[in-house]
């Protein structure tokens, strides 16, 4: 007969074995899973420093083809524009630092930059006493929208360029606008303002900051500009550009109006290079055939980087 003794032990040998059991088996499949994530996380870090180093070599590559393309920007547009007179347009919120880029691929490729005109934060038309003034000056209703009123002065300032300055006694718009803070001209080649405009001066207009918003909305203000320039005189060479990551966008409202579209040239990178080159190359394009544009850049699907060199 088997004694309770041995039902006991027996008993607590089974639970012992089954103990040991699954301490066994626990620490082995612990162990492979540690070992598992161990590989892991070393074949992460191999290819984290694969990939910083693929990094570090493209950037290396990235910085030379800059240096590269800053180098040879000269030889690209040089003679280009030999005795072409170019005024420049912007406005407020655009990175004076982009203005000067494209400043200096004009006066690389031989143009004269006539001026630089800034339409001011005074444009914005935020004060009622500054949409009074500007009303009275471009000859519209006091009782127009800021939009409205942004839109004539646009024009206006189109026409004015367009056709010049008018004869003395006549006042000057430009100087008007200029001497009650709507727009800061900033010297060129010529000797004042009266001298600024002209049926023989291109125009690039100017728009766009990836940081900051422009008090003045372009497409109200840019785009009637360039419409009434264009209706006035078809054959002018304009070039209506905007920086690679504009927060206030404009080239897009003149891309996508039949009217203007083709007319002239647009550049949806103007504070790079190639986007500089661009505005040179598409100016010269426009001067051998007059209202044939064309949109470069790398905004739209079908812009060429620039347009290709005429001799």
Do not use: W
């Amino acid at each position: 007969m088997i004694s309770f003794r041995y039902h006991v032990v027996t008993i607590v040998a089974v639970f012992l074995a089954l103990g040991v059991g699954v301490l066994i088996g626990t620490t082995v499949v612990k162990q492979s899973l540690i070992d598992q994530l161990q590989s892991k996380a070393n074949h992460a870090v191999t290819t984290a420093r694969q990939l910083d180093a693929e990094i570090t070599h493209l950037s290396s590559e990235l910085n030379a083809q800059a240096r590269f393309i800053q180098a040879i920007e000269p030889a690209l547009v040089k003679d280009q524009l030999t005795g072409t007179q170019v005024v420049i347009v912007t406005m407020d919120g655009v990175d004076p630092s982009e203005v000067d880029g494209v400043r200096t691929a004009l006066d690389d490729s031989g143009a004269s930059v006539v001026a630089a005109i800034v339409a001011t934060t005074r444009m914005a038309l935020t004060d009622p006493s500054a949409r009074t003034e500007l009303a009275a000056l471009v000859g519209a209703p006091a009782t127009l929208s800021p939009r409205e009123l942004s839109q004539r002065a646009g024009s206006a300032i189109g026409a004015r360029l367009t056709g010049g300055a008018p004869p003395s006694p006549r006042p000057d718009l430009l100087q008007q606008l200029a001497n009650d803070g709507f727009l800061a001209v900033r010297a060129g080649s010529v000797p004042d303002v009266a001298h600024v405009g002209g049926a023989d001066q291109s125009i690039v207009l100017l728009s766009g900051s990836a940081t900051t918003r422009s008090s003045i909305d372009p497409s109200a203000f840019l785009t009637p500009l360039v419409t009434t320039v264009l209706q006035r005189d078809p054959a002018r060479p304009v070039v209506a550009a905007e920086t690679t990551q504009a927060v206030s966008p404009f080239v897009a409202s003149v891309r996508g109006d039949p009217a203007l579209d083709s007319h002239l040239v647009t550049v949806d990178n103007a504070d790079t290079v190639e986007g500089q080159v661009a505005v040179v190359l598409g100016l010269h394009t426009l001067q051998l055939s007059p209202g044939s544009g064309g949109d470069y850049g790398v905004n739209c699907g079908s812009c060429a980087p620039v347009p290709s060199p005429v001799p």
